[in-house]
């Protein structure tokens, strides 16, 4: 009796043994490039845009989600009351557009002054023309961009953004508008030009 309950002991133990695979001395080999040099987020082995400008939205593929052919930028620019002289604090922002239209060569830019409905429509849009062709002046001769790239217009009151006559209403119309226009090379950016107007051109 004791043969057979020690061979039955045996017999479990052998049943439940682990049993152990030998590893292959060759370390696995990864088949797939998983870096992401760009830091877009995808890995090199699903990119199928490898150059793809930093900081710009992508696909799953790796590729930039659109291409933008025209972005309207509010240009943080403000006047005196009745006045169309750009006050040199503000040189840093049209600075940036400059720089934009550096890194760009097709761009061209469209300057845009629009005006609260403060004073008869002949003087503000006279008014928002001069004003426009002041920041355009600062592109051409303080940033070196071509005059032929820069075009200036004046709406006076004709596209408002919000209707009345109270103080907040009149300093969101007064604005200053840059539509750029052309440069298929400008994919749509993560750092996100801020809208200006939700008006289709």
């Known amino acids: 009796m004791k043969k057979v309950s020690l061979l039955a002991s045996i017999l479990l133990l052998s049943g439940c043994s682990i049993n152990i695979i030998d590893m292959t001395e060759k370390p696995t080999e990864q088949i797939y490039d998983l870096s992401d040099p760009e830091g877009d987020g995808i ?16 696909g799953n ?12 930028v509010k240009l943080l620019v403000n006047f005196d009351n ?26 061209n830019v469209s300057i845009e002054g629009h005006t609260s409905i ?6 503000n849009k006279e008014l928002s023309l001069n004003r426009a062709k002041a920041v355009k002046s600062i592109l051409v001769r ?5 005059d032929s790239r ?5 709406f006076g009151f004709d596209q408002l953004l919000f209707e009345g006559n109270d103080d907040n209403v009149n300093a ?15 994919v749509d950016m993560k750092w996100n030009i801020y809208s200006v107007d939700q008006r289709e051109q």
Request: aromatic share 4%.
């Open 43 to 58: 890995i090199t082995a699903r990119d199928n845009c490898l150059d793809t400008i930093s900081g710009a939205a992508v």
């Open 61 to 72: 593929d790796g590729c930039g989600t659109d291409i933008v052919e025209k972005i309207r």
């Open 142 to 146: 303080q940033y070196g961009i071509d």
């Open 82 to 107: 009745n006045s169309s002289i750009v006050d040199a604090k503000y040189y840093p922002e049209i600075e940036k557009l400059a720089g934009l239209m550096k890194e760009y060569k097709s761009v």
């Open 172 to 186: 969101q119309n007064r604005r200053i508008v840059a539509e750029i226009v052309g440069g298929k090379e400008i």
């Open 150 to 154: 820069v075009n200036a217009k004046g």
């Open 118 to 123: 403060v004073g008869t429509a002949e003087h």
